[in-house]
């Protein structure tokens, strides 16, 4: 990818109350072009070095490369590295999604948003596998095209199945202890 502008951001750290401002970014081809835009385009009345009380100007404006909000041409647009890793996180996640739909040995899915299970019925989130709702996966494909932050996940209603029967075991075990325990206790 052939690199259009570097990102720059005003240096809050160095200036004084710095903390009580914005990140200001300015995309120029160099430091001298990145100070003059920041000194043009930010409004810095009143803004002060913490280190000497000079207000800010061409000569002393604190700024410091931002390299991940430097701008690409990709696909002959102009875009940060950000938007770009984002459009080629989304490609794959569709192109996954579509291997998982045209897989006639998969009939069933899971949907998941940031590492939580969607729940049945799509209704809340879970982080238990068997807590989770499963869906067919056309159904699941077509809920998740929707949002950038869903997948889906193969699995076998069986499998799923089964991990339900053994939650149910190890409640049921839980169960009996506890019992033993309070039965013990009163006699």
Not at 104 to 110: F, K, L, P, Q
């Amino acid at each position: 990818m052939e690199r259009k502008q570097k990102a720059w951001n005003l240096d809050l750290g160095k200036i004084e109350e710095g903390y009580l401002y914005s990140d200001f970014t300015v995309l120029a081809k160099g430091r001298n072009e990145a100070k003059y835009k920041m000194i043009k385009e930010v409004d810095c009345e009143g803004m002060t070095l913490s280190s000497t009380g000079d207000d800010l100007r061409y000569t002393n404006v604190p700024i410091l490369r931002c390299k991940e909000n430097d701008t690409f041409i990709f696909e002959e647009k102009e875009l940060s590295k950000f938007r770009i890793e984002e459009i080629l996180k989304e490609r794959k996640r569709k192109k996954i999604m579509v291997e998982i739909l045209e897989d006639e040995s998969i009939s069933h899915c899971y949907i998941m948003k940031r590492g939580s299970y969607y729940c049945k019925n799509y209704s809340g989130y879970t982080s238990h596998a068997f807590l989770a709702g499963i869906y067919t996966k056309q159904a699941a494909y077509d809920h998740s095209t929707r949002c950038s932050e869903l997948t889906i996940v193969p699995v076998s209603p069986k499998d799923h199945n089964n991990s339900i029967d053994s939650e149910i075991k190890r409640l049921e075990r839980i169960l009996q202890e506890k019992k033993e325990y309070y039965l013990k206790g009163k006699i």
